[in-house]
């Protein structure tokens, strides 16, 4: 079973996945900080979006664009103009609300009361800064919003030194900012997130075709590291629902997760049409148009992106994994992550603090450590031991005994099964590798 959404907060904060920012001083609302265990989860998600995005295609190649742009980006991107939300603010407890996100558009979840709302006025979601040290309209820069302008002002950068060839892609992991009217969920919808995005350039008749299988292939990624269909939806957007770069012609798919709250966005699958490309080229002036040397022809190249949120992917993944059930008259609570998810991949649990033990868990964590996240846990009971392990998802534990001194073997603990072999340390490394696929 999927895990509540108090369940889960809970256990981020007390086992250390995410803890509030700025705690000491009364936190900092819609920041979050990723502790020991988060920030391995959070890494392992991007490793693994990364991997098949870019590591494992011929046409597909990375880059880590500048958080600050020129300002002349987002005005041709549109972001300036139109990167608003409806706002309006309660006239009896001064509170604001994203208008399109209210159940009651007349009432107000804050105070109670009915038709209390200020007219809607449009809010720009960007953040604005100063470059240098003096404060003036000459040197304001924005945080971006998106990942995806960095690629669009790189295309011909990128096409030229990597020698790419249409159709091909331009892959980006990084932080985004956007000023949001209501964050809230945790860290589902966040002032500071981040994406990761694909944008794949193709010729404008291939374009469809190229949308149904990136679809696919996004749709497969989720549920190849183990995300439950029944928590998971795909659809395509209305017409209403189009963003500002699909409206010629594109269209938009969503992957959406079953969270305690309902039904909401984990990620977008948006054919871009050449929107992008051709504003930025009106824009700054420079050619971003592509020649095929094949065919003679010249044109603006039509865009794919699959764009993902790194961060509320991560916690769908938490809340997918978590499982509570009884073993022998005891609550097991376990976090059934896909190995390749889980934040520490191999426990070692000597069955004591005698030194001849120690001397042999150090001998197995040398051999382990090279190739897998691992961790040594000495304190508390073996019982208590291996429930931490299970609460935050490690897929094997090993023991360590007194036996081990005379025989040169461990005992090795499946954490879904709960089945346990007895392992060579000579061939512990093999046995592993077999079973956790890496």
């Given at each position: 079973m999927a895990g509540d959404f108090d369940t889960i907060v809970n256990l981020a904060k007390?086992?250390?996945?995410?803890?509030?920012?700025?705690?000491?001083?009364?936190?900092?609302?819609?920041?979050?900080?990723?502790?020991?265990?988060?920030?391995?989860?959070?890494?392992?998600?991007?490793?693994?979006?990364?991997?098949?995005?870019?590591?494992?295609?011929?046409?597909?190649?990375?880059?880590?664009?500048?958080?600050?742009?020129?300002?002349?980006?987002?005005?041709?991107?549109?972001?300036?103009?139109?990167?608003?939300?409806?706002?309006?603010?309660?006239?009896?407890?001064?509170?604001?609300?994203?208008?399109?996100?209210?159940?009651?558009?007349?009432?107000?979840?804050?105070?109670?009361?009915?038709?209390?709302?200020?007219?809607?006025?449009?809010?720009?979601?960007?953040?604005?800064?100063?470059?240098?040290?003096?404060?003036?309209?000459?040197?304001?820069?924005?945080?971006?919003?998106?990942?995806?302008q960095g690629i669009f002002t790189n295309f011909e950068n990128v096409r030229r030194t990597a020698r790419m060839k249409l159709p091909f892609g331009i892959a980006q992991i990084g932080k985004s900012f956007r000023n949001e009217i209501t964050p809230g969920q945790f860290v589902f919808r966040t002032r500071e997130f981040e994406q990761m995005e694909m944008e794949y350039f193709c010729h404008p008749d291939d374009a469809a075709e190229k949308f149904k299988e990136w679809t696919e292939i996004r749709k497969n990624w989720y549920i190849d590291l183990g995300m439950s269909m029944e928590n998971l939806r795909f659809r395509e957007h209305e017409d209403d629902e189009l963003a500002h770069y699909a409206t010629a012609g594109g269209g938009t798919f969503d992957v959406e997760y079953r969270f305690p709250w309902g039904w909401d966005e984990l990620e977008g699958v948006a054919n871009r049409t050449d929107y992008d490309l051709k504003a930025h080229i009106a824009h700054s002036g420079e050619d971003l148009s592509y020649f095929d040397p094949e065919t003679n022809e010249r044109f603006i190249p039509y865009v794919i992106e699959p764009a993902a949120g790194a961060t509320r992917t991560t916690f769908a993944f938490l809340l997918d994994a978590y499982f509570e059930e009884e073993v022998n008259g005891e609550q097991r609570t376990v976090l059934k992550l896909d190995p390749r998810l889980s934040p520490i991949k191999v426990a070692i649990l000597p069955l004591s603090k005698k030194p001849e033990l120690v001397e042999v868990t150090q001998q197995v964590a040398d051999a382990l450590r090279p190739r897998w996240a691992i961790e040594v846990d000495v304190t508390q009971s073996i019982g208590r031991r291996y429930r931490r392990q299970d609460e935050i998802g490690t897929p094997f534990c090993v023991t360590v005994d007194f036996d081990s001194l005379d025989d040169a073997q461990v005992t090795v603990r499946d954490r879904d099964t709960m089945a346990q072999d007895r392992i060579p340390i000579d061939n512990l490394v093999s046995y592993l590798g077999d079973r956790l696929g890496f």
């Open positions: 007390r086992r250390g996945f995410v803890f509030q920012a700025s705690e000491i001083y009364g936190g900092l609302r819609s920041a979050y900080d990723y502790g020991p265990l988060g920030v391995e989860l959070l890494r392992n998600v991007k490793e693994q979006w990364w991997h098949s995005t870019v590591r494992m295609r011929d046409d597909v190649v990375g880059i880590d664009s500048a958080i600050l742009q020129s300002p002349e980006v987002w005005v041709a991107s549109g972001h300036l103009a139109s990167f608003t939300d409806p706002l309006v603010e309660c006239r009896e407890c001064n509170s604001r609300h994203r208008l399109d996100k209210l159940d009651d558009p007349n009432t107000c979840p804050t105070c109670g009361n009915s038709g209390t709302f200020t007219e809607p006025r449009e809010f720009n979601l960007m953040f604005k800064t100063h470059m240098g040290p003096i404060e003036s309209e000459d040197n304001v820069v924005y945080l971006r919003p998106e990942t995806a």
